[in-house]
């Protein structure tokens, strides 16, 4: 009755299923991997951000590497801009897309320790070849508030650390690579300055990260399990149909015994 399946085209169908089905499993821990992931980004950004700001050498030093538990952790700096040492990072957008730059100053603390401070962004100027017009950072004494931000790197960031750019532009925010600018050492990491406000609203503030959208992972990972679920289904009525069609078929091309003769 069913001896179709041992088809060369059953065979194969069957075997794409079978192959199909942990497949689609395996998507759908994928994705629910990511929705926990996300979840826990979401309470570890909302904790840090509601924490109460530190001095920013509490949480790093030197050559220091951000752990990820401290990421956007808020921080504060009390000291000087270096503005002779301002540079700016390529190819930054704007919270409405908008191309542009973000504007990196190194920052001399009181205590001699110098941290990079992302004051904000940009807009380009039109040549790419050209140091923008920066707005002029603070001058004197001056307390900054911010988010703490780990070393930026082409493996985390997908951005490629382009060389031979002009002068006083870089590609990626990264203490390491400034520290060998300036031929001092920097505070690992940087700060994504969220206060004071600028002048003007220049350079724009970055805002803070989203964290209350936890993306929609985890109806991608029901969904590929159901995708999984319906194959099996998706079997048997084929091979159901393709039972009836073949009954079908017999039935029609099977001759009707002779009619009995006295």
Same mark, same amino acid.
């Given at each position: 009755? %069913? ?37 826990? @980004? ?19 030093? &030197? /050559?220091?590497?951000?752990p990820?538990?401290q ?9 000087? %801009? ?7 990072v ?5 919270? $409405? ?10 920052? $001399? ?22 140091? &923008? ?5 603070p ?17 985390a960031?997908?951005?490629? $650390? ?6 006083? @532009?870089v590609? #990626?925010?990264?203490?390491? @690579?400034m ?5 001092e050492?920097? #505070? ?11 002048? /003007? ?13 936890? /993306?929609?992972?985890?109806? %991608?990972?029901? @969904?590929?399990w ?5 194959? &099996?289904? /998706?079997?048997?009525? #084929? ?24």
């Open positions: 009755m %069913y001896r179709f399946l041992l088809t060369r085209q059953w065979v194969i169908v069957t075997l794409i299923g079978l192959l199909l089905m942990p497949t689609m499993v395996r998507l759908g821990f994928w994705q629910l991997h990511r929705h926990q992931h996300k979840v826990a @980004q979401n309470a570890l950004i909302a904790e840090n951000l509601k924490a109460a700001p530190v001095p920013v050498d509490r949480l790093t030093s &030197p /050559g220091h590497t951000i990820y538990d990421y956007w952790r808020s921080v504060t700096a009390k000291g000087t %801009y270096d503005s002779a040492h301002e540079v700016v390529r190819r930054r957008t704007s919270s $409405d897309g908008t191309v542009g730059y973000h504007v990196l100053t190194p920052f $001399d603390l009181n205590d001699g320790k110098t941290v990079l401070i992302n004051r904000g962004w940009i807009p380009d100027n039109g040549s790419q070849i050209k140091f &923008p017009k920066v707005p002029p950072a001058k004197g004494q001056i307390t900054v508030t911010g988010r703490l931000m780990a070393d930026q790197t082409t493996a960031s997908g951005i490629k $650390d382009l060389k031979g750019l002009p002068d006083r @532009q590609m #990626l925010i990264n203490s390491k @690579q520290s060998q600018v300036l031929d050492p920097l #505070l690992g990491g940087y700060i994504e300055q969220t206060s004071p406000a600028s002048k /003007g609203d220049t350079p724009e503030l970055i805002p803070e990260p989203e964290h209350s959208d936890i /993306g929609p992972h985890m109806a %991608y990972a029901v @969904q590929w159901l995708f999984t679920a319906g194959v &099996p289904i /998706g079997w048997v009525i #084929l091979v159901r149909r393709e039972r009836r069609e073949k009954a079908a078929t017999e039935a029609k091309t099977t001759p009707e015994p002779a009619p009995a003769t006295a």
